[in-house]
């Protein structure tokens, strides 16, 4: 791997997979294994910006090999609950956006403290803006772990009027997806699958008109994302 301070997408999914290669075989031999996200070579709070950056630019074959590392099968579907989606968010500001979805995980006991997770979330929104444009966010926090979170899941929210949460092309933002994950290996996951959904034609407008949890999941099963 090259010196440099951020991976490219390709490094990335090499490195996930020596990850899970190195974890695999601790856990046959029994072996003591360091919690992810102070193993060295990624340090997701000193690349974050970048990371989501680079995600959103990259192709769906990239992606595929972060989300699909070593085989594994991962889908959005599968972590998307009714509990943890709320398709009529009626809020104003950035901030009470980031306080309903830590408090939609929290209240589900997805997060383990609603206080920690929204100052996270405040703290990431503080150093860029997690709005990608067109419309979207996914607002997250810097340092996912098991701390603060008891499983991996996808928290949604959808706002018909829109929130103005900082996008680089002037216009608000109507979709939330945070995703939520115990170390620094899923979260990347996540991020890569919410990516190359989103490069799919018209998925907004899809995602606009859903009616039900029931409808966005049958997207995401569609599209096999």
């Known amino acids: 791997m090259k010196s440099q301070n951020i991976f490219t997408i390709k490094e990335l999914a090499d490195f996930l997979a020596i990850h899970d290669k190195v974890k695999n075989e601790s856990v046959e031999y029994k072996l003591p294994v360091m919690d992810s996200d102070f193993s060295t070579g990624l340090k997701l709070s000193a690349v974050d910006c970048s990371l989501q950056d680079s995600l959103l630019r990259a192709v769906d ?45 929290y209240i589900n006991r997805l997060a383990t403290s609603y206080e920690e997770l929204y100052i996270e979330l405040e703290n990431r929104e503080k150093l860029m803006s997690t709005a990608i444009g067109q419309g979207i966010a996914i607002p997250h926090s810097r340092f996912p772990h098991r701390l603060l979170f008891r ?14 949460f900082g996008a680089a092309d002037g216009q608000k933002a109507h979709l939330f997806f945070m995703p939520c994950a ?28 859903a009616k039900n949890v029931g409808e966005l999941k049958s997207l995401l099963a569609h599209w096999r994302v």
């Open 61 to 105: 074959e990239d992606l595929d090999r972060v989300i699909h590392t070593n085989g594994m099968d991962f889908s959005l579907a599968n972590l998307i609950n009714e509990d943890l989606i709320d398709l009529d968010l009626r809020v104003e500001t950035r901030n009470q956006v980031l306080s309903k979805l830590a408090r939609i995980a």
């Open 151 to 164: 499983s991996a899941k996808l928290v949604i929210a959808r706002s018909s009027l829109g929130v103005n």
């Open 182 to 209: 115990q170390d620094t290996f899923t979260h990347v996951r996540m991020l890569a699958a919410i990516a190359k959904m989103l490069h799919i034609p018209g998925i907004k407008d899809q995602w606009m008109k």
